[in-house]
């Protein structure tokens, strides 16, 4: 069966599109533009990246950075942020970064947040990323990565 486009139908998108646009780009650190491309691959993601803060009752940090914002916050210079595709989420309910993460992992680890390609557990949240559609390649299991001081450390379940 195909569905109609109704004008109703439109305006729920547009407005869709519109939260994404503003929630999704949220940062302290001054304008943080979008690219075409990011804000594409986000709302492709939004309603993953909305399934994960909601399984740790948390709030969302940041999803997209533009490349001036990145650098300002010290993300890596290919970090997924850039490309609409990562979220940060600070954890609710009582959940620990520690909690928060694992709870992820497991989840992205069944299939119920899409196709996750990375887990990150963060000094105090929990950075979830998807795999880039447009990047070729054979599928990968979901990774689980704990932030250290030195860099990231690849966790065991
Ligand atoms: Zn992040």
Redesign the pocket.
């Known amino acids: 069966m195909v569905e109609e486009l109704t004008v109703v139908g439109l305006v729920a998108m547009a407005t869709y599109a519109r939260r994404v646009a503003v929630d999704f780009a949220v940062t302290s650190h001054g304008k943080n533009p979008w690219t075409q491309k990011a804000f594409f691959n986000c709302l492709q993601h939004a309603h993953r990246m909305q399934a994960a803060i909601k399984l740790i009752g948390g709030k969302i940090n940041?999803a997209y950075r533009c490349p001036e914002v990145n650098a300002a916050v010290g993300g890596v210079p290919d970090?997924y942020?850039l490309r609409g595709l990562?979220v940060?989420i600070h954890p609710g309910g009582g959940l620990s970064a520690e909690s928060a993460s694992r709870k992820l992992y497991a989840a992205a680890c069944q299939g119920s947040l899409g196709n996750v390609r990375t887990v990150?557990w963060?000094p105090t949240w929990a950075?979830i990323e998807w795999h880039d559609p447009e990047e070729v390649g054979p599928p990968a299991p979901p990774r689980f990565l704990k932030k250290t001081t030195t860099g990231y450390e690849v966790m065991k379940p």
């Open positions: 940041v970090s942020h990562a940060d990150i963060e950075h």
